[in-house]
Nanobody, 127 residues
Framework: QVQLVESGGGSVQPGTSLRLSCAYS????????MGWMRQRPGGDRREPVA????????SIADLVRGRFAISRDTTQNILYLQMNDLKPEDTAMYYC????????????????????WGQGTQVTVSS
């Protein structure tokens, strides 16, 4: 089992930045892929946001490319999502996810089907 706990969300104004954190623990030696997804208010689907694999290969969704970045600290077992120039449409519940598939490449949407999810952290962007 893998446990994921997100933090760092909040209410901010447009144009500002936030850094989300996801502390992971448990059977982490098996993890090959980690990522972030979000669910916007009123939306019935979660959207993939970013992914990183054990070789530090990253994928970022087109909607946030150039503004968001994914990284991780393997010494502290924390996954990050740096979000810059936030927009009202970034308002969402953000979830961290992890899995150990045979391959971490391919469509970013695979993040939506990762085995382990956190409880989420709310990000609200408004003026």
């Amino acid at each position: 089992q893998v446990q994921l706990v997100e933090s760092g969300g909040g209410s901010v104004q447009p144009g500002t930045s936030l850094r989300l954190s996801c502390a992971y623990s448990g059977d982490i030696s098996r993890i090959r892929c980690m990522g972030w997804m979000r669910q916007r208010p009123g939306g019935d689907r979660r959207e993939p946001v970013a992914r990183i694999d054990v070789n530090e290969v990253r994928s970022i969704a087109d909607l946030v490319r150039g503004r968001f970045a994914i990284s991780r600290d393997t010494t502290q077992n924390i996954l990050y999502l740096q979000m810059n120039d936030l927009k009202p449409e970034d308002t969402a519940m953000y979830y961290c996810a992890a899995d150990y598939p045979s391959s971490c490449s391919g469509a970013l949407s695979k993040v939506l089907y990762f085995r382990y999810w956190g409880q989420g952290t709310q990000v609200t962007v408004s003026s």
